[in-house]
């Protein structure tokens, strides 16, 4: 199956193609209000942890560090995927940032790891839960 998430800025203008909106930012973005984003959730916990988080910011590790990390974090725990795969799952997901470029944010990784978790889903789904049962005729 195919899935449709994209990320872009928090603000950025909410589009009417957005699909579910889920803020997926640690910090709450400076600047705006709840109501004025159009938000379907604020989903903390799929985001990067505060030391990676501060360690990526402040120049302290390469984004390649960050990347891993943040893989790693998330393969750790990856029923913190499970939320925004309920969103993907039900349409076009939009994962937003409030940082200036998500092309080199967070956001890339999380939407591989989502749509490598969906897949394995998929094909789990896919496949006989228990072999058949072969009784004999009565």
């Given at each position: 199956?195919?899935?449709?998430?994209?990320?872009?800025?928090?603000?950025?203008?909410?589009?009417?193609?957005?699909?579910?909106?889920?803020?997926?930012?640690?910090?709450?973005?400076?600047?705006?209000?709840?109501?004025?984003?159009?938000?379907?959730?604020?989903?903390?916990?799929?985001?990067?942890?505060p030391t990676?988080?501060?360690?990526?910011?402040?120049?302290?590790?390469?984004?390649?560090?960050?990347?891993?990390?943040?893989?790693?974090?998330?393969?750790?725990?990856?029923?913190?995927?499970?939320?925004?795969?309920?969103?993907?799952?039900?349409?076009?997901?939009t994962l937003?940032?409030?940082?200036?470029?998500?092309?080199?944010?967070?956001?890339?990784?999380?939407?591989?790891?989502?749509?490598?978790?969906?897949?394995?889903?998929?094909?789990?789904?896919?496949?006989?839960a228990s072999?058949?049962?072969?009784?004999?005729?009565?």
């Amino acid at each position: 199956m195919s899935y449709d998430i994209v990320f872009k800025r928090i603000y950025s203008p909410q589009a009417n193609d957005d699909g579910a909106r889920v803020l997926v930012d640690r910090l709450w973005p400076r600047g705006k209000s709840r109501a004025s984003l159009a938000l379907d959730e604020w989903y903390r916990d799929a985001s990067p942890g505060p030391t990676l988080r501060r360690d990526y910011h402040r120049h302290a590790i390469s984004e390649d560090d960050f990347r891993e990390r943040y893989r790693k974090a998330l393969k750790a725990e990856p029923e913190v995927l499970l939320p925004l795969m309920r969103y993907a799952r039900q349409g076009k997901l939009t994962l937003l940032t409030a940082a200036r470029d998500p092309e080199h944010s967070h956001l890339p990784v999380l939407r591989d790891m989502l749509l490598e978790a969906l897949q394995q889903e998929d094909v789990a789904d896919r496949e006989c839960a228990s072999p058949p049962c072969f009784l004999p005729p009565s």
